[in-house]
């Protein structure tokens, strides 16, 4: 399984979490991001951006800071309330929620208490039939009483940052977490009606062994996870400063990246779980991201593999990234600023990209790839990428049929790095972006 070519894995590419990538944004129009606003309809999905978490991990690369002080979290929060208000009262009246998913940072940094207000400022502003709720948690900061919230909020689709059970690698990283907090969240999230729990994963960690990962694997398993993303970790503290903390002596080179990647892939497969894309899993028969994986219906939206079908997802808080067919739009990333503009009724989204035919059309290309695993390239693409094509379809690992692009099996962990070659902006840089694997 899983034919190693390092030369093929050399240089880093995006994740492809949207496209074009964050990393071709500029300053935007206001004005663009106002007209994609007040043309929206149907249905849509909202991310809110919570950028606080009670401990700060080295490794982590989100906008995020730490939640002590009270006022700046009650400040933030006044000014997502405004922001709320002013987007709403742009939308039509033909558009309606469908999703609302609330990551960070750590939404379970905040009070239950401001999260119930600001659940129901969500549904009191917009049209919100029966959305689909979702949120992201940090087991080391979750209580009793953010369960009865979860509750009472009817959220049935959670997810854990759990990285690792390895002690040593908990520390190295500074995430240290015992089992017994994350058995206790399990079981306070499943009381609460949570029916989609999902654990986020990593390998290729700072003093971390095959045999970590196994142990890790099996725990997660055991405690019956509902979904799992299995990343690699991205060391680039040149691009996030935290992660200077670490000690990057003891980590695993490519090779030993790879054989996790293999190991981790090959365990889930062989216990349980359908693949969703290269690093995403779930339990088949009733999970409807497995369903979609199984059925054609996947999609890749800046919170990773997906069923959600919605074309546009709007970004509330600071740093969120709106996407609509012809814009992406990212809010200010500095809080200080998001809060003022936000408070002064203004729309904070300061960077990001038109999106031209070519770039929907490549962006779908690349989307089918990482989803279907297949797309159709038109000629003009075709003829560009045909060199850079060939050393993966010689080694089998892709294959060019007519004017279809194929990912084969043994070619599964270099999708990334083939659908690259369909980003004209993608340039071979070590700096930008992380590992393929």
């Not at 002590?68 to 039509?92: C, F, K, M, N």
């Not at 279809?404 to 071979?428: C, F, M, N, Q, S």
């Amino acid at each position: 399984m899983w034919p190693y070519h390092p030369d093929l894995l050399a240089t880093p590419v995006p994740r492809y979490t949207s496209f074009p990538t964050a990393a071709e944004f500029a300053a935007v129009d206001p004005g663009a991001y106002r007209n994609a606003l007040m043309q929206a309809e149907g249905e849509i999905s909202l991310y809110v951006h919570i950028p606080f978490c009670e401990k700060i991990c080295f490794y982590c690369g989100c906008n995020t800071g730490a939640a002590g002080r009270r006022q700046r979290v009650v400040s933030y929060l006044d000014a997502l309330h405004s922001e709320i208000e002013t987007i709403a009262a742009l939308l039509p009246d033909s558009a309606h929620i469908g999703r609302i998913a609330f990551g960070g940072g750590s939404p379970n940094a905040i009070t239950p208490e401001d999260f119930e207000r600001l659940t129901a400022a969500l549904q009191d502003n917009f049209d919100c039939p029966d959305p689909v709720f979702s949120i992201e948690l940090d087991p080391r900061t979750m209580t009793e009483e953010w369960a009865a919230t979860i509750a009472r909020t009817g959220i049935d689709r959670a997810s854990l940052g759990v990285q690792t059970f390895a002690a040593q690698c908990q520390k190295a990283i500074g995430r240290v977490q015992s089992e017994e907090m994350i058995v206790q969240t399990v079981n306070w999230l499943r009381d609460a009606g949570v029916t989609s729990l999902n654990f986020d994963l990593m390998y290729g960690l700072p003093e971390q062994t095959e045999g970590d990962l196994l142990d890790t694997l099996h725990r997660t398993r055991v405690l019956g996870a509902d979904r799992i993303a299995l990343f690699g970790y991205a060391h680039v503290p040149h691009i996030v400063p935290r992660q200077r903390a670490i000690d990057a002596s003891n980590m695993a080179g490519q090779d030993g990246r790879f054989a996790m990647a293999k190991l981790g892939y090959s365990y889930l497969c062989t216990h349980g779980y359908v693949p969703v894309g290269f690093d995403h899993f779930a339990k088949p028969g009733g999970d409807p991201l497995a369903h979609a994986a199984l059925c054609g219906g996947l999609r890749r939206n800046f919170q990773g593999y997906t069923d959600d079908r919605a074309n546009t997802l709007i970004g509330l808080g600071s740093s969120a990234i709106s996407s609509f067919p012809g814009l992406l739009a990212q809010n200010e990333k500095n809080s200080g600023r998001y809060r003022m503009q936000a408070s002064q009724g203004r729309l904070t989204a300061s960077h990001g990209i038109l999106r031209s035919d070519d770039d929907q059309k490549r962006g779908a290309i690349i989307e089918s790839l990482l989803c279907q695993g297949h797309a159709r390239i038109p000629e003009a693409i075709r003829s560009e990428i045909a060199g850079r094509l060939c050393p993966f379809t010689v080694r089998g690992l892709a294959a060019m049929e007519g004017d279809y692009l194929t990912i084969l099996p043994d070619g599964l962990p270099y999708t990334r790095t083939i659908a690259a070659l369909v980003d004209p902006y993608h340039a071979e840089s070590q700096r930008r972006f992380s590992s393929a694997v």
